[in-house]
């Protein structure tokens, strides 16, 4: 059975930092395109940040953009979302998600597998 599980979420004051991780298990990922999305309260699940199969292309919403770096380890088959200068408008769940492809998506359509999210909030 494929699972994912977020970790690292929590409550830091804005511009601090986290780190969140997602374990994966019950197949190889290796060969699989992940993301990361965000859902705050009221709001539709929106699109983070994403990498490819083998690390070597990543993109991220422009509101991320230059604070926060998406990564993979396959040997550990476990992602991390690196948070810096944290905002409060980025409070949310966030999510994991792997693609039954090598190409990266922003869709949350696209995706195939999701973990149950972890909570992140940013105080002011």
């Known amino acids: 059975q494929v699972q994912l599980v977020e970790s690292g979420g929590g409550l830091v004051q804005a511009g601090g930092s986290l780190r969140l991780s997602c374990t994966k298990s019950?197949?190889?990922?290796?060969?699989?395109?992940m993301g990361w999305f965000r859902q705050a309260p009221g709001k539709e699940r929106e699109f983070v940040a994403t990498?490819?199969?083998?690390?070597?292309?990543?993109y991220y919403a422009d509101s991320v953009k230059g604070r926060f770096t998406i990564s993979r380890d396959n040997a550990k088959n476990t992602d991390y979302l690196q948070m810096d200068n944290l905002k409060p408008e980025d409070t949310a769940v966030y999510y994991c998600a792997a693609r039954d492809s090598t190409v990266t998506s922003t869709l949350t359509s696209w995706y195939h597998y999701w973990g149950q999210g972890t909570q992140v909030t940013v105080s002011s």
């Open positions: 019950g197949r190889t990922f290796s060969d699989y395109a």
């Open positions: 990498v490819n199969w083998n690390n070597r292309r990543a």
